[in-house]
């Protein structure tokens, strides 16, 4: 009998695995287009927002605000049993895109919080940022 399946990471392919090898040092990676200069995130090949192919990888900040969340009480897919109930959010990074992600550390979860980043198994995760310390 082998591991068990995971449902939280996703597999790398050759394009993905620079986003997912940073994660594992501890960085947030996101697109920015050299034509519009607009940041995207999840990684593409591509800008969605003016098609253009000319994107890099840059370092994000790992700063960002919480958009909204739902607190997930039930799910059945390995190893998000053990982990619930959890918040599943959606974050504004502070570099402009807005991704999906999961709200660690037990703070009650408000509109427009300021987050910080973390890494969980090589994934990124946000915490809220501590009242009176600077975001990272």
Sequence with gaps: ?????????????????????????????????????????????????????????????????LYTWSVVHRNDLPPFGERTPYVAAMVDLAEGPRMSTELVGGAEPRAGMALTVAFRDGAPVFRAVAEGSPPR
């Design 1 to 65: 009998m082998g591991t068990p399946a995971r449902y939280d990471l996703p597999e790398a392919d050759a394009f993905t695995r620079t986003y997912w090898d940073a994660a594992a040092e501890g960085r947030l990676l996101i697109r920015r287009c050299g034509a519009c200069a607009r940041a995207h995130h999840y990684p593409r090949e591509f800008c969605p927002h003016c098609w253009s192919e000319d994107v890099t990888w840059e370092d994000a900040s790992g700063r960002a605000t």
